[in-house]
């Protein structure tokens, strides 16, 4: 849990002391890159100032979409084109009224408002409220499945659903869960809650293998340790069992991790392109575990390092010194025994 607000001005703070020249209210329209050489020239964004071509050096892809990388024409996997179907969306809420002291059992109050058909949909995984204030909470609950994140059309009847369902949740708390008789929305988030839509196809992929092995990588440039959490595709007693398995089945014990390997932040063959966050180059269980903040903020750290020092050395991104790049990340505070 974290105080929303709070999270803001800190995230503000840390690119204002990192010389980032931040640009609100800009969407990227296309790429000007050479897909055969595999080598990118420009972007052309939009915002309040009209149509800008922005040429650098180098690019980070950090939409989560891969959006920049599939403008360039960089392979890609999309979640239900290529996997089974795309893993469930949730719209987020803040909430208020919230008596923390007296809170109730929130998964058994579930279960019997499922029992008592509560719910349009008998949605069984809840991740639920959390504390983000004295009585305020932030909620995750309400999946919106099948939802094609890289559709506009799907988005926006996913965002008109995810809306009603946060009503329906709201009424669940104020009559199943002790603590919440008086909650109140505040707001729902203006972005869905995208876990899975595309993928790049990178120098690597990270698999479950190797999360189940607690593979180490020479090149890795981050540990982490969450725990497999593809949530259920469906409503079905069958779905939920499956990710119960997993949840249980599929995690790390005290003190063991696995390495994050620098490739999977580069669409193969490419010399001036990475990838931050969520669309990195992994397969769907192991992406379960890595499409979260933590994770993005690592791979975010070592992309933007990585081209640092690609530039620096007249190296592709590929050809990037892994050594010289894990030590310059030790440098930096990073955590890599």
């Not at 892809?61 to 360039?72: I, Q, R």
């Not at 909430?95 to 998964?107: F, K, L, P």
């Not at 839509?197 to 340790?225: H, K, M, W």
């Not at 469906?234 to 599929?250: A, G, K, L, T, V």
Request: with cysteine; net charge negative.
């Amino acid at each position: 849990p974290f105080r929303t607000e709070g999270l803001k001005l800190l995230l503000d703070e840390l690119a204002d002391e990192a010389g980032v020249k931040v640009r609100f209210f800009t969407r990227l329209i296309d790429m000007d890159a050479d897909a055969e050489g595999r080598n990118v020239r420009g972007a052309i964004l939009h915002n309040v100032e009209g149509y800008r071509y922005i040429r650098a050096k180098t690019f980070i892809d950090a939409t989560g979409d891969a959006v920049l990388a599939s403008l360039c024409g960089a392979a890609c996997r999309e979640a239900g084109r290529d996997t089974e179907r795309p893993m469930p969306a949730t719209l987020a809420s803040l909430h208020t009224g919230i008596d923390w002291a007296h809170i109730g059992n929130q998964q058994q109050a579930l279960a019997k408002a499922i029992e008592e058909d509560h719910f349009s949909q008998p949605d069984r995984h809840l991740p639920g409220l959390s504390r983000a204030g004295d009585r305020v909470g932030y909620l995750n609950g309400g999946h919106v499945f099948n939802l094609d994140a890289l559709r506009c059309r799907s988005l926006s009847d996913g965002m008109m659903l995810g809306r009603r369902l946060v009503q329906e949740y709201v009424t669940f708390y104020r009559q199943y869960v002790a603590g919440c008789e008086d909650l109140e929305l505040v707001t729902t988030a203006s972005l869905m809650g995208i876990r899975e839509s595309r993928r790049v196809v990178g120098e690597c992929e990270l698999t479950i293998g190797d999360y189940l092995a607690r593979r180490q990588f020479p090149d890795q440039i981050g540990l982490f340790n969450k725990f497999v959490d593809v949530h259920p595709y469906d409503n079905s007693i069958e779905q939920w069992q499956r990710f119960e398995q997993e949840h249980d089945r599929m995690r790390l014990g005290q003190g063991e991790c696995f390495g994050i390997p620098y490739r999977i932040l580069v669409p193969k063959g490419w010399h001036n392109l990475w990838v931050a966050g969520r669309c990195n180059s992994s397969d769907v269980l192991v992406h379960g575990s890595i499409r979260v903040m933590p994770a993005a903020a690592m791979m975010g750290q070592a992309a933007g390092t990585a081209a640092v020092q690609a530039i620096g050395a007249d190296r592709a991104a590929f050809e990037v010194d892994p050594g010289q790049l894990v030590a310059t990340l030790r440098e930096q505070g990073a955590y890599l025994p």
